[in-house]
């Protein structure tokens, strides 16, 4: 069984603070997708990282996949309130799986 | 743009009532997944299918069954519903394409309270 790892569990900043969040596993993963959701709806996908040592940005987001696709992290500069909600990591295993594991999720709060 | 779309938004049932809980998606896509989602579990898969006429078990199936109605509607069913299966529950489609990085879209949830 595969299982991905994230870590905080919670977090809670100040506006204008920069965090960062670990998603890890001892299994390889043909890509990594970050999902954010927010309360009373479904997680929405912020990104899919593919190629180990990929580094996507999203505005104020950075997202990296580790050299070995074990490990990804997600990164975000000078937070805003509207940044709060959960994110979620997600592995997939390639070829014809069709399934993804998800993390427990790190609920993030940004106060004003 | 409806997407994936879940109904109802919230049920209160009591032990031992059966109930089914509806997904459609007009995105025509192949796959279609069930999860539930608990504080501090995460994401957890109930069922999926990969595509039209098919169903697999996933992560957690007992205590549910599903049935691939056809390639727009994939519906969750609770038989005899106990208070573990108390959760928000979420269904997903995933974009066609090559492999399984494709994303999953999700509808917006059912709150279900078992009594």
């Known amino acids: 069984t595969q299982l991905l790892e994230q870590s905080p569990q919670f977090l809670s900043i100040q506006e204008g603070e920069n965090l960062t969040v670990y998603c890890n596993s001892s299994?390889?993963?043909?890509?990594l997708q970050w999902y954010r959701q927010e309360p009373g709806e479904g997680p929405v996908l912020l990104v899919t990282?593919?190629?180990?040592?990929e580094v996507k940005k999203l505005k104020r987001l950075t997202f990296q996949f580790g050299d070995a696709r074990k490990d990804s992290s997600l990164h975000i500069t000078a937070a805003q309130p509207g940044d709060t909600g959960l994110y979620l990591c997600a592995g997939a295993s390639g070829g014809s799986n069709y399934k993804l594991t998800f993390g427990k999720g790190t609920l993030l709060t940004v106060n004003p | 743009n409806a997407g994936v779309t879940q109904t109802p938004k919230f049920q209160v049932l009591k032990t031992g009532q059966s109930m089914t809980l509806q997904c459609a998606q007009d995105m025509n896509h192949n796959s279609m997944y069930w999860y539930r989602q608990d504080p501090g579990m995460g994401l957890r898969l109930i069922y999926y299918?990969?595509?039209?006429?098919?169903?697999d078990k996933g992560e957690v199936p007992n205590g549910y069954n599903v049935s691939r109605l056809n390639k727009r509607e994939f519906s969750l069913r609770l038989e005899s519903a106990a208070p573990s299966q108390t959760s928000v529950y979420f269904c997903a489609s995933k974009g066609n394409g090559q492999g399984s990085n494709q994303p999953q879209h999700f509808g917006d949830g059912t709150r279900l309270s078992i009594l």
């Open positions: 990282v593919v190629t180990g040592g």
């Open positions: 299994s390889v993963f043909s890509s």
């Open positions: 299918s990969a595509s039209e006429g098919t169903t």
